[in-house]
């Protein structure tokens, strides 16, 4: 990887002319003429020169297929000043090849950043070979990016014999480092999965680890800087760059448990929340590794998709944010309101859910995986027979939970796990057909991660954990602190071990394992390892 001991201080070194390529090794077959043949846009320019390093941001990759996988970089001299570019178009070339050093290239192109995209790069490469690891570049007026690391699918008929990957969410910068990356970088994983809260929405706070730049996010430009302020994190960065993300986004990147065009206290109009939500959608656009077929439209950005791991796992990465109704029972902890039981009331919209079920009656696939936001398990956090529901998750729009739950209690769907964001806790669940007079039956297990940073150091036994377990039977872990759970998944079990940092407020936390659960092929439910 590029050393770049100077961030986030910018390089003074002369800047180079677009006349000089520094890729690390360039053979044959990368088609140099590409590069500087003149083409149809006149306003291509190709006589620039960066005044300071563009390639702050790093690089990243995600949304792999058997035979390709999405490169991203975005060139940013001046990340926390609307990226520092000049309102033209400039060329960007990549490569790919089997080893770090670039001697054995096997795909390349060049590609044009453009301002209206904040001058970022979504590269779709195919013809590679399935299941294996790639190593990657951009190079753009002289200037050569960081090298990321990227990895392939394995072929849709394999059974791969091993998945490892950990999912995450939840990075509220000001509340702490990133340490948890610092260590998951180590896990030598094959993806990494982000289920949402990528940034937070806030204005900078005093008094915090580390504060966010601008005030609460509206404009577009507020979105691009505050996406740049979070990926100039060293660890972030080196995470992206050393293994392909799937991600989904839950309520932060746009604003606080914003439901389709409601914002929180349904305090701004539809119509000026949908234009907010449009230039929100669009920066989290710009900053992830994601494919042309995710492009926003306006306010509309088709996010939901499936990714198969070979035969041995399908990913449903959900989106329970932008096809919502409202809260039905308005928002945060409330007892249950008849409402919830609207069957209009939805949390994933008719069409993905038509979507999700036709796809899991049809998944050949041994483990069946929704990788989405909100807690699907019915948590009552009130001790005694009253119940108390946060009404931003499942529960909130408990018609269509039950409905989800019901279809996977049908047993068409082999070996379900929900993969859960949002709580800033660590839960292991069994998610029951506990209601309607139906017997009583595990249907699918949850695993909810911790966030990354947000909520600050944390604790192993919070407050409300008594309540939690006592409360909610099938709950077999609860933990706050901060982390990430990574799994091992084979065709026989899926391994999850919740790993976890002490404090997120000064750097440096070791990692530890704080619980591991084992879901054994054909057996619903979990078992504490
Ligand atoms: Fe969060
Ligand atoms: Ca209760």
Known sequence: MTDRKNWPLYSAEPSSSCSRRRF????????????????????????????????????????????????WTRLAPQPLFD????????????????????????????????????????????GLAPGRWYFYQFESCGEVSPTGRTRTLPAADAVAPALRFAFASCQHFEQGYFTAYEHMLKEDLDLVVHLGDYIYESGGR????????GGELSSLRDYRNRYAQYRGDPDLQAMHAAAPWIVTWDDHEVANNYAGTYSERDDVDPADFLKQRARAYKAYYEHMPLRRSSLPHGPDMPLYRRIAYGQLADFYV????????????????????????????????????????????????RWNVLAQQVLMARADFEAGPEELI????????????????????????????????????NWANDLLT???????????????????SSGGDGSNVPKESETVLAENPYVKFYNAER?????????????????VVEYVTRKGAPLLTRASFVIEDGKLGLVKA
């Not at 490569?95 to 790069?121: C, I, L, M, N």
């Not at 506990?434 to 990354?452: C, H, Q, R, W, Y």
């Open 318 to 365: 959900l989106d329970t944010r932008q096809y919502r109704t409202d809260q039905p029972c308005g928002d945060n902890f409330k007892h249950p309101c008849p409402e919830s039981y609207d069957p209009e009331a939805t949390i994933l919209g008719e069409s993905q859910r038509k979507w999700l079920t036709g796809g899991l009656s049809a998944s050949t696939a």
């Open 83 to 126: 990226g520092g570019m000049p309102r033209l178009p400039l060329e960007v070339s990549w490569q790919v090849a089997e080893d770090e050093g670039f001697k054995k290239v096997v795909r390349s192109g060049t590609t044009t950043a453009t301002p209206e995209w904040a001058h970022s790069v979504h590269v779709e490469v195919d």
């Open 483 to 499: 982390g990430y759970v990574r799994c091992m998944v084979t065709p026989r079990e899926w391994r999850a071990d919740y790993q």
């Open 434 to 452: 506990n209601f309607d007079n139906l017997e009583p039956k595990t249907v699918a297990v949850e695993l909810v991660g911790t966030s990354i």
């Open 24 to 71: 690390l090794a360039t053979t044959g077959s990368l088609a140099a003429a590409a590069l500087w043949a003149p083409r149809a846009e006149g306003a291509l320019r190709r006589d620039f020169a960066f005044l300071d390093y563009p390639f702050t941001l790093g690089v990243a990759s995600g949304d792999p297929t058997p035979d390709g996988v999405v490169l």
């Open 390 to 425: 946060y009404m931003d998750q499942w529960p909130g729009y408990e018609f269509e939970r039950r409905q989800i739950l019901k279809f996977l209690g049908e047993g068409r769907v082999a070996n379900p796990v929900v993969l859960t964001g949002d709580n800033h806790a």
């Open 206 to 213: 005093d008094g915090k680890s580390r504060k966010h730049v």
